[in-house]
């Protein structure tokens, strides 16, 4: 039985109707300034990266497909030749400092050993080539960053507690005396945060920090490829992102940092709980928090008087589905079922803690979280529920709306600024936008009708 305290999960077998992950392109060649992105595969993803994501054609995006044809399907050509070609086309025309290989499903499927000629062609370009595997295996398409990011954790140099020490000349490591100094920050730890969020954002969080006295070290992705951040034993790292597990786990096994379990800072409440953990790893008593996450409380009121007791329901894209429905959730909104395409408990266990504890704060019993659903199910489910929103997909935005159920496409928060205390309002402008809609077209209908008759 669901209970106030107990989270319950169901699975079903549906399919995974979300873009595919080598749309992750399209927002890491902006973050990582100095970077190429190959797609190695077929037309169809050339024309899903120029079409789909929508390149206007005065941009110059660095960003290229290197379409497999049928000779290198059937290892006619020599695959090792061909990328040389293509890349020292790109080293003429580009000169960036790393070339990102994106293999997709075609790769896969061939079996071409991206592995095994990256390393051959960096020593004879001179760049250094970091190959992905960013194909429709995945179950969302954000898994494509996850992807990379795992990736390029190997491409990060050594950190190297000892010698930052010396340098620094810390002389309280264990934080004793209270000293808010930059040198005595993070008791004698570095610590990085990993997720691709825009720079503005990325500020936004440090500073956040910095005013909790907790300085960070380095992101990943950085913005440029020389300035990756150190990782290593002594090294702590806490995600942004909900669809970063297999980073996590890379960062945790292979380059033996600490993984700080933290929910996510999305809406106020996830970021002061953010924070908060981040604040205990390290032994600092957060100052001024409950505060500051008020007063943004405060400043979203108008938007929470609209959402208040509207009921929502997600489809499952994104991998954002807990976040968004735990922020929701506190603004008053009544959240039917919270549809994902993958759950990994462990990376969001801090997450799904809070999702519960806000739970039983509003006083409402959890939401049914659902893994790979079904969508046809879905569909007859929300006939019966008709709920006022539907955060889906856009496969199924047009039909929903057909049936008289308002939808916001989830791929709008995967590219909108969402994290942090200030950006709270933009994802509630998001949710929000569909249900003003309809209102306003009802008042704009009621004024044309009283303008005809007054004419």
Same mark, same amino acid.
């Given at each position: 039985?669901?209970?106030?305290?107990?989270?319950?999960?169901?699975?079903?077998?549906?399919?995974?109707?979300?873009?595919?992950?080598?749309?992750?392109?399209?927002?890491?060649?902006?973050?990582?300034?100095?970077?190429?992105?190959?797609?190695?595969?077929?037309?169809?993803?050339?024309?899903?990266?120029?079409?789909?994501?929508?390149?206007?054609?005065?941009?110059?995006?660095?960003?290229?497909?290197?379409?497999?044809?049928?000779?290198?399907?059937?290892?006619?050509?020599?695959?090792?030749?061909?990328?040389?070609?293509?890349?020292?086309?790109?080293?003429?025309?580009?000169?960036?400092?790393?070339?990102?290989?994106?293999?997709?499903?075609?790769?896969?499927?061939?079996?071409?050993?991206?592995?095994?000629?990256?390393?051959?062609?960096?020593?004879?370009?001179?760049?250094?080539?970091?190959?992905?595997?960013?194909?429709?295996?995945?179950?969302?398409?954000?898994?494509?960053?996850?992807?990379?990011?795992?990736?390029?954790?190997?491409?990060?140099?050594?950190?190297?507690?000892?010698?930052?020490?010396?340098?620094?000349?810390?002389?309280?490591? $264990?934080?004793? &005396? !209270?000293?808010?100094?930059? *040198?005595? =920050?993070?008791? @004698?730890?570095?610590?990085?945060?990993? /997720?691709?969020?825009?720079?503005?954002?990325?500020?936004?969080?440090?500073?956040?920090?910095?005013?909790?006295?907790?300085?960070?070290?380095?992101?990943?992705?950085?913005?440029?490829?020389?300035?990756?951040?150190?990782?290593?034993?002594?090294?702590?790292?806490?995600?942004?992102?909900?669809?970063?597990?297999?980073?996590?786990?890379?960062?945790?096994?292979?380059?033996?940092?600490?993984?700080?379990?933290?929910?996510?800072?999305?809406?106020?409440?996830?970021?002061?709980?953010?924070?908060?953990?981040?604040?205990?790893?390290?032994? $600092?008593?957060? &100052? !001024?928090?409950?505060?500051? *996450?008020? =007063?943004?409380? @405060?400043?979203?009121?108008?938007?929470? /008087?609209?959402?208040?007791?509207?009921?929502?329901?997600?489809?499952?894209?994104?991998?954002?589905?807990?976040?968004?429905?735990?922020?929701?959730?506190?603004?008053?909104?009544?959240?039917?079922?919270?549809?994902?395409?993958?759950?990994?408990?462990?990376?969001?266990?801090?997450?799904?803690?809070?999702?519960?504890?806000?739970?039983?704060?509003?006083?409402?019993?959890?939401?049914?979280?659902?893994?790979?659903?079904?969508?046809?199910?879905?569909?007859?489910?929300?006939?019966?529920?008709?709920?006022?929103?539907?955060?889906?997909?856009?496969?199924?935005?047009?039909?929903?709306?057909?049936?008289?159920?308002?939808?916001?496409?989830?791929?709008?928060?995967?590219?909108?600024?969402?994290?942090?205390?200030?950006?709270?309002?933009?994802?509630?402008?998001?949710?929000?936008?569909?249900?003003?809609?309809?209102?306003?077209?009802?008042?704009?209908?009621?004024?044309?009708?009283?303008?005809?008759?007054?004419?």
């Amino acid at each position: 039985m669901k209970t106030l305290e107990t989270p319950t999960f169901e699975c079903e077998t549906g399919n995974y109707h979300t873009f595919c992950p080598i749309s992750c392109v399209a927002w890491l060649y902006q973050k990582i300034e100095d970077s190429f992105f190959l797609v190695v595969g077929t037309k169809t993803c050339g024309y899903f990266l120029q079409n789909a994501l929508g390149v206007m054609i005065f941009a110059e995006p660095r960003y290229a497909t290197a379409e497999l044809e049928e000779g290198d399907i059937s290892a006619q050509l020599n695959d090792q030749k061909e990328l040389k070609r293509i890349c020292l086309q790109i080293k003429r025309d580009r000169n960036p400092s790393v070339i990102i290989w994106i293999g997709t499903c075609t790769t896969e499927i061939i079996k071409m050993d991206l592995e095994g000629i990256a390393p051959k062609l960096e020593r004879e370009l001179g760049i250094p080539i970091v190959v992905a595997r960013a194909n429709g295996l995945d179950y969302a398409f954000t898994q494509g960053e996850d992807t990379v990011l795992a990736a390029m954790t190997h491409r990060c140099p050594e950190y190297d507690s000892s010698a930052i020490n010396a340098t620094e000349g810390i002389s309280d490591p $264990v934080g004793l &005396n !209270g000293s808010t100094s930059k *040198e005595k =920050n993070l008791n @004698n730890h570095a610590s990085v945060l990993f /997720g691709s969020l825009p720079s503005s954002v990325a500020s936004q969080l440090n500073s956040e920090l910095k005013r909790q006295s907790i300085y960070v070290s380095g992101w990943l992705p950085s913005q440029r490829y020389a300035e990756l951040p150190a990782l290593g034993e002594g090294v702590y790292v806490c995600g942004v992102n909900p669809f970063l597990s297999r980073t996590a786990t890379t960062l945790m096994r292979r380059r033996k940092c600490r993984l700080i379990g933290a929910p996510f800072p999305i809406g106020p409440d996830g970021t002061r709980a953010w924070i908060e953990k981040i604040c205990s790893v390290f032994n $600092v008593k957060p &100052n !001024g928090l409950e505060e500051r *996450e008020a =007063n943004i409380w @405060n400043s979203l009121k108008d938007y929470i /008087g609209i959402v208040n007791k509207k009921s929502v329901f997600f489809m499952g894209d994104n991998l954002l589905e807990i976040s968004l429905a735990r922020f929701l959730i506190r603004c008053g909104m009544i959240v039917y079922e919270i549809g994902i395409p993958y759950m990994d408990k462990r990376y969001q266990a801090a997450e799904l803690s809070l999702l519960q504890k806000t739970c039983q704060r509003m006083e409402i019993p959890m939401p049914r979280i659902v893994e790979k659903p079904d969508n046809y199910s879905q569909v007859q489910r929300m006939h019966e529920l008709k709920p006022d929103l539907a955060i889906t997909g856009m496969a199924h935005a047009n039909p929903l709306e057909a049936r008289g159920i308002d939808t916001k496409w989830s791929v709008e928060f995967t590219f909108a600024q969402i994290h942090g205390f200030t950006n709270a309002r933009d994802v509630l402008e998001l949710v929000t936008r569909p249900l003003r809609r309809n209102d306003e077209s009802i008042l704009d209908w009621n004024g044309l009708s009283r303008q005809t008759v007054e004419c």
